[in-house]
């Protein structure tokens, strides 16, 4: 995870209060080791709030809000957990509307924890293998897409992962996925 083998990628953090911590921090950090740049992009301007489970922890500047953000100019696309953070996200049509776009640009995406609930309510999952926390392999399930527990699983442009414990395999899947994906272009 040394060097620039994400050197000139720009990486879209989705994220709302009360994300776990964890999942935003350490794999910004990996990417940003990597080479790339990344952006935390809310639905609401100023700080959001991260948590250590169900502790307050620390606060994060936004970058960017989703009326700003244009999916285009971004590489690839990181979704954190936390429940009540992936539960609002969800809801948020932007939110949505940028995961869909994403996709169907083919860019890649790393989600971990409760991140996928954002790519279940936008439509994308049916027909993915992949992994999260287990309290929503149901909803995996019944939006169309197999759930396995692994602590990562690669389907195609996605990568997953379960939770905090899964870190370290997630953030090495992540820049391996974005590093094989750096030849494609913007759209």
Not at 72 to 100: C, H, S, T, W, Y
Not at 143 to 163: C, I, K, L
Not at 170 to 180: P, V
Request: glycine share 8%.
């Amino acid at each position: 995870m040394q060097g620039n083998t994400l050197q000139g990628m720009r990486v879209a953090i989705l994220v709302t209060d009360d994300f776990e911590q964890a999942e935003l921090a350490e794999p910004k950090k990996a990417l940003e080791q990597a080479g790339a740049t990344t952006k935390i992009i809310s639905p609401k301007p100023g700080q959001v709030q991260g948590m250590n489970h169900d502790v307050k922890a620390d606060t994060f500047p936004v970058d960017m809000t989703l009326d700003q953000a244009k999916p285009g100019d971004f590489d690839a696309i990181l979704l954190p957990g936390g429940a009540v953070n992936a539960d609002a996200l969800r809801m948020e049509p932007k939110a949505q509307d940028f995961v869909r776009q994403a996709e169907s640009n083919g860019k890649p995406i790393a989600v971990i924890c409760h991140g996928p609930w954002l790519l279940i309510s936008a439509g994308l999952v049916k027909g993915k293998t992949m992994t999260s926390y287990y309290t929503i392999q149901d909803d995996i399930r019944n939006a169309g897409g197999q759930w396995v527990d692994q602590e990562m699983v690669r389907d195609g442009n996605w990568v997953s992962s379960r939770s905090p414990k899964d870190l370290p395999a997630f953030n090495k899947a992540m820049i391996e996925l974005f590093s094989g994906s750096k030849v494609s272009s913007r759209q």
